[in-house]
């Protein structure tokens, strides 16, 4: 899908340092995101300190074998990177922001690595290396679309993660991460965007107030149900947000009947750690298992949110109770199900637009959920196109794997992490592109600003919202 070249002022704005001099020069880090203060000392003992940690504690050494053992560098899975399609720069290709990390492993934790390192007098990583990485792990978004054109199957996401993990186990993590991490799970707030629990009555007290106006009707929110059938987590800042999503989620409780529920011990449906730190991942799981626990939920409910919902969905068994955990799902599975079983009416005359669907990355890459928002779409949106490609073989919103809570590098990603999808959204001539996806919204809005582009970005629920038959 070739696009507009990138000219030389598109590529200096998005490649600008947004960093005061003597903030480089003190972290000794020229990346073009912000970094809380860490010791530079020793960086490149200590990052391998921590990468021998990871491994001795993780099954991350089964894929590195492998991988380092069989790239043959044929660079097929440049043809499948947005950024590499944007930049044309060989450092963007996906094998060469991998090779990177397996080098080091090659070389520090392989025994014919060892050796040649002390034949040859090699010394090994250098304090330039841990710099290139933490500036180009930032710039993949982990989509993982690479992965499926390398005849060896190195998966380039898993790479970007795990390089992240280790520079986060010596400091090095985007700021705008870190804190709203830190704020999840030691804060007052315990959610990403300090939500206090009094505010999110408010704001549900207010949604439901919009509806009553709107549908005449009473749609509740309930919150704090014991025994409900689902718990219900959405990307905490839909609260604040994506009222229209919110909105058209209970509606569709509303139609159904069935029972759900918003804990007000913990409702933040977002995990950072799925792009940077595993540690992270395990611990906001460990929250979820516990408000589930408090409020004796059937099932875990994960709202339009790609990232939150794939790291409940592979990673809830994993750390809450193996095959004894309860299930997770998304919202998109619920929603479709019930309309399946006749559950929702959705009048086909309300939504006249042009309508194209945006597949999120961590939802659509598995395979997991791609014809059901599909179908549901198809039944009420006359003028529906795809863009293309699609499914799950379709082109990230540029702001994936965390990036885009990096508003510093929003430049960067407007222009060129985001470039081909705009493409794309433009050949299809909609005007609304749902993407149900707390990320992928705030990315598409973006790109669309900055693109100079009209195109109304909304989620799912929006536009179930308007066409959904209430009695
Ligand atoms: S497609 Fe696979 S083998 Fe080829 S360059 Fe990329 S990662 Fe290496
Ligand atoms: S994971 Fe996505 S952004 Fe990263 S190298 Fe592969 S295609 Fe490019």
Redesign the pocket.
Known sequence: MPGAPLTEAERARAFALPKKPAVIERQRLAVRYHVEDFDVRDRPRRFLEAFAAILKHTNYRVALDHYAR?????????VKCQIHEATGDDRD???WR?ELLLAVYRRHFTISGILRGRILGDPGLTDETVAEMADTFYDCTACRR?HF????G?D?GLVTHLGRYVLSEIGIVPRALAVSTREQLLGASGNTSAIPVPALLDSLEFLSEEMQDEKHIAIPFPVDQEGAEYLFLPAVSDFIMEADSLMGIAAVFRATGDSWTIGTGYFDGINYGLFYSDQVLEHVLRKVRAEAERLKVKKILIGECGHASRSAKHFYPMFCGGAEALPVLNIMEYTHRAWREGRLRLNPDVVTERVTYHDPCNVARPGWIVEQPRELLKAFCRNYVEMTPNRRDNICCGGGGGTVSIDEIRPYRTAIGGRVKADQIRTTGAEYCVAPCANCKKQLRELMEDQGMDCKIVGLHDLIYKALVLD
């Open positions: 069989i790239s043959t560098k044929c660079a097929r899975c440049a290709i996906p094998c991998s690479c054109e390398c005849p060896m190195v380039h």
